[in-house]
């Protein structure tokens, strides 16, 4: 799921609200990539909000539903 983090950071607006509603810093999010709590929060980004859901998922070449069962996979 890296790959949506890469895609969510690629627009730098999208990336500024990920972090405004997140909490976390460049800094933070560098350091504790990989970890299943900054994936979750990756996820539960993008599956909060439709347009980057749908987005993220065409980008990916994966169907929505993918990127909410990875989610649900993480223990959400």
């Known amino acids: 799921m890296?790959?949506?983090l890469g895609w969510?950071?690629?627009e730098?607006?999208?990336?500024?609200r990920f972090l405004?509603?997140?909490?976390?810093?460049p800094d933070d999010l560098r350091g504790s990539?990989?970890?299943?709590?900054?994936?979750?929060a990756v996820l539960d980004f993008l599956c909060s909000h439709e347009p980057d859901l749908l987005g993220a998922a065409d980008a990916l070449g994966v169907p929505p539903?993918?990127?909410v069962a990875a989610r649900r996979g993480l223990g959400a």
């Not at 730098?12 to 500024?16: M, N």
């Not at 405004?20 to 810093?25: A, E, K």
């Open 2 to 4: 890296l790959n949506a």
């Open 8 to 10: 969510l950071l690629s």
């Open 12 to 16: 730098q607006s999208r990336a500024e």
């Open 20 to 25: 405004s509603l997140t909490g976390l810093t």
């Open 33 to 40: 990539l990989g970890e299943p709590a900054t994936l979750g």
């Open 65 to 67: 539903e993918t990127l």
